[in-house]
């Protein structure tokens, strides 16, 4: 059974840094594309970065390019997003995704539980 556990979330202070981890388990692919969405309450979903087991390219939504890095050890199956330059705006719970493709689509077919990412003074 597919699984995708997150961690890292927390409170942070406007321009401070988090790591967000997401490990993958329960399925076997030759590739994929893992990433992380994000939503806030009583607003849609929006897609953050993604990046692809094949070949290691990324995606990054325009309202985090520049602070968001998106990296994946493929022999473990995890996923990290390292987010600097954090803003208040970045709050939002953070969704660890993965979509059977083998490049990003955002199309997703999976979805972990979530965890809170808090950016406040």
């Known amino acids: 059974q597919l699984q995708l556990v997150e961690s890292g979330g927390g409170l942070v202070q406007p321009g401070g840094s988090l790591r967000l981890s997401c490990v993958a388990s329960?399925?076997?692919?030759?590739?994929?594309?893992i990433g992380w969405v994000r939503q806030v309450p009583g607003k849609e979903r929006e897609g953050v970065s993604c990046?692809?087991?094949?070949?290691?390219?990324?995606y990054y939504a325009p309202s985090v390019k520049g602070r968001f890095t998106i990296t994946l050890d493929n022999a473990k199956n995890t996923v990290s997003l390292r987010m600097d330059s954090l803003r208040p705006e970045d709050t939002a719970v953070y969704y660890c995704?993965?979509?059977?493709?083998?490049?990003?689509?955002?199309?997703?077919?999976?979805w972990g539980q979530g965890t809170q990412v808090t950016v406040s003074s």
């Open positions: 329960g399925f076997t692919l030759d590739s994929y594309s």
């Open positions: 995704a993965i979509e059977f493709l083998s490049r990003c689509t955002g199309s997703w077919d999976s």
């Open positions: 990046i692809s087991s094949r070949d290691g390219s990324t």
